[in-house]
């Protein structure tokens, strides 16, 4: 039996007898149901120590000292939006109730805080040439180059892992021999890592068909040379809800016409926008594939993800876009490289 239906006490339950209900489990809480397990208040230890030091004999019936109005949920909700409750309401515990208000289970502020290990795989794409970063690539694969005080590639795996994701496949080409040596299996990293060999260059898709076993679950795949604070458990969470079939995350991005553009229609100049400031979403580098849709990614071909949602799109499949908040850098460039460098103690 689960703890937390330990601590169901119903309202005529002595005071005394809900203290040592409360101190067998450790939980510091109880919450007090009628016969048929309806949530009707709960009592914490600080509610009877108040009642007690109020004068109420500890024989007395709970309901005496209960919060006859506790903050509730409905089941059926993401664990997301239950944490939230949680952190923005600072509590401690949460009953979640069904429509008829029986109490379904108590999620509790530190277990929600516990990184649950997850199984899904994540495919990190690490072959590249770096091309517009040379010299610092001339004998370094780009996600090997040092950002803080370990390479970007680290940085990534300890990010995944920090949500519990603890699988990783790179997926390398140019340089291998460096980032396999570095990360050997993954072991001393808590990880544990695999290798796709790419013997010629395949896109940012292509590798995928390079994968010795069909997942069973969505995967992460992911270009090598992004920092990001993204929280990798909420985009799967999104993913899920969604029913999605592909995740492709996206980030806003805006330009600005360095001209003043000028509207018609015929002949007539209707109106002029000085140097207009345009917003688009463009795609991140951070992706969720259901299982499935790695039959559309064709075998050793070069071939980008972006293909691959084209794909999808024209099949009329179910796909979704994650909008990024978080920070996020596409180490493309010297310049992209320096400002990381500059953010990394700030934000990492």
């Not at 559309?296 to 908040?325: E, G, H």
Request: aromatic share 10%; proline share 5%; with cysteine.
């Amino acid at each position: 039996m689960k703890k937390w239906k330990k601590i169901h006490v119903h309202p005529s339950t002595s005071i005394i007898q809900t203290m040592k209900i409360i101190d067998q489990t450790s939980l510091q809480f109880a919450v007090v149901v009628d016969d048929d397990e309806r949530l009707l208040g709960t009592v914490t230890d600080g509610d009877i120590r108040r009642g007690i030091l109020k004068g109420l004999p500890v024989e007395s019936p709970i309901q005496e000292v209960m919060n006859v109005e506790p903050i509730y949920e409905y089941e059926g909700k993401s664990q997301f939006y239950y944490k939230n409750i949680l952190e923005q309401k600072k509590l401690k515990q949460l009953p979640i109730v069904n429509r008829y208000k029986k109490v379904c289970r108590i999620i509790f502020s530190n277990e929600v805080n516990q990184v649950s290990q997850k199984e899904n795989l994540v495919v990190l794409m690490v072959g590249g040439l770096g091309t517009r970063l040379r010299p610092l690539t001339n004998d370094i694969p780009k996600p090997m180059l040092t950002v803080g005080d370990k390479p970007i590639l680290q940085t990534i795996i300890e990010s995944f892992k920090s949500y519990g994701f603890t699988n990783f496949i790179l997926s390398v080409n140019f340089k291998k021999e460096i980032i396999k040596d570095y990360f050997q299996d993954g072991s001393y990293l808590g990880v544990n890592i695999s290798y796709i060999d790419e013997e010629k260059r395949l896109g940012t898709a292509g590798a995928l068909s390079l994968l010795n076993e069909q997942p069973d679950r969505p995967i992460f795949v992911m270009n090598g040379d992004l920092l990001t604070k993204i929280n990798y458990e909420q985009l799967l969470e999104f993913h899920y809800e969604h029913g999605s079939k592909a995740t492709m995350c996206v980030r806003e991005y805006e330009y600005q016409i360095p001209y003043g553009v000028i509207e018609t229609e015929s002949h007539t100049l209707l109106s002029i926008k000085e140097k207009p400031v345009h917003q688009s979403f463009v795609n991140a580098g951070i992706y969720v594939l259901n299982p499935e849709v790695l039959q559309y990614v064709p075998d050793d071909t070069f071939y980008d993800m972006p293909d691959l949602f084209k794909k999808m799109i024209d099949i009329k499949q179910s796909i979704s876009a994650f909008p990024l908040r978080e920070y996020w850098m596409d180490i493309g460039e010297i310049d992209d490289y320096q400002r990381a460098n500059g953010d990394f103690s700030e934000v990492f």
